[in-house]
């Protein structure tokens, strides 16, 4: 029996659990992903600013190995200027999760996804090398996304998908780039009054189910050598944008 936090019972706290499980296997493989499917989930079960912390705070301790490998891998070029973007704008993101309406959040995250898969299923593709330029104002707005839902990842995800890395290059981009922005995230969320001893307690009991699974993750993308990334990056994504649609809530809660 798990004990009451945030107002959440033990029926609410074990699908919080297996929902970041499954957001920490997709982390692990994909590189990105854990928003996508933890914050739809746990934000139909408590507050949108508090799920979106508690994401921030687990993510960033217990990824931290698989950060280390990453950096040996990525496009430098390319992630610093799109990391600097987003710790421009993520303060800004985050003042409008602690004032917004948590149903307009969940409506923002449902649409940006949708709009991220549509653009990666329909084939679109560049072939230049992404220039530092773009690479920052994608970062913009990714940073904005990220501080209002935890959700930065459509803008960044499409950009490094759509141009011509491989699949390792790329994994290995969104892992160094979401290192960085979490530290203007933790400082965005702090300001703003998000860092909480009721965050703390939640991030202890979810924090081993997300360990276990990232970590699972991480040896499935290594023993598979990147084949079907994409096609399980679609499919998590198809179903974070379900999940986070309010009008589904009385089917899905």
């Known amino acids: 029996m798990l004990p009451d936090v945030a ?3 033990s029926p609410a706290l074990l699908m919080v659990c297996a929902a970041i499980a499954l957001a920490g296997l997709t982390r692990g493989f994909a590189g990105f992903g854990a928003a996508m499917i933890y914050m739809p ?19 960033a301790t217990i990824s931290m ?20 973007g987003a710790f421009l704008t993520v303060s ?18 449902s649409c940006v ?26 970062g913009v707005i990714s940073g904005l996304l990220g501080g209002m839902t935890q959700l930065s990842g459509p803008p960044i995800i499409t950009y490094w998908m759509s141009g011509p890395s491989p699949v390792n290059v790329i994994r290995a981009n969104l892992i160094t780039y979401f290192f960085f922005t979490s530290f203007g995230s933790f400082a965005a969320f702090w ?9 703390l307690l939640l991030s202890l009991i979810i924090c081993p ?30 179903g974070a944008a379900i999940t986070s649609m309010p009008v589904l809530d009385g089917f899905l809660r």
């Open 41 to 59: 989930v746990a934000s139909a079960i408590m507050d949108p600013k508090l799920a979106a912390a508690s994401l921030l705070l687990v993510d």
């Open 7 to 9: 107002g959440l019972d």
């Open 113 to 138: 996804v949708l709009t991220l898969l549509t653009i990666l299923v329909s084939g679109w593709r560049y072939t230049k090398a992404p220039s530092k330029r773009t690479s920052f104002g994608v």
């Open 191 to 199: 300001w703003n009054g998000l860092i909480t001893q009721e965050l």
């Open 209 to 238: 189910a997300y360990a276990l699974s990232i970590f699972i993750g991480a040896k499935g993308f290594s023993l598979s050598g990147g084949r079907s990334y994409r096609m399980l990056a679609y499919t998590l994504i198809l």
């Open 65 to 84: 190995p698989m950060v280390i490998s990453a950096t040996k891998q990525c496009d430098w070029r390319t992630v610093l200027p799109a990391a600097l």
């Open 92 to 109: 800004i993101g985050a003042w409008v999760l602690t004032t917004a309406d948590p149903y307009v959040l969940r409506w923002i995250v």
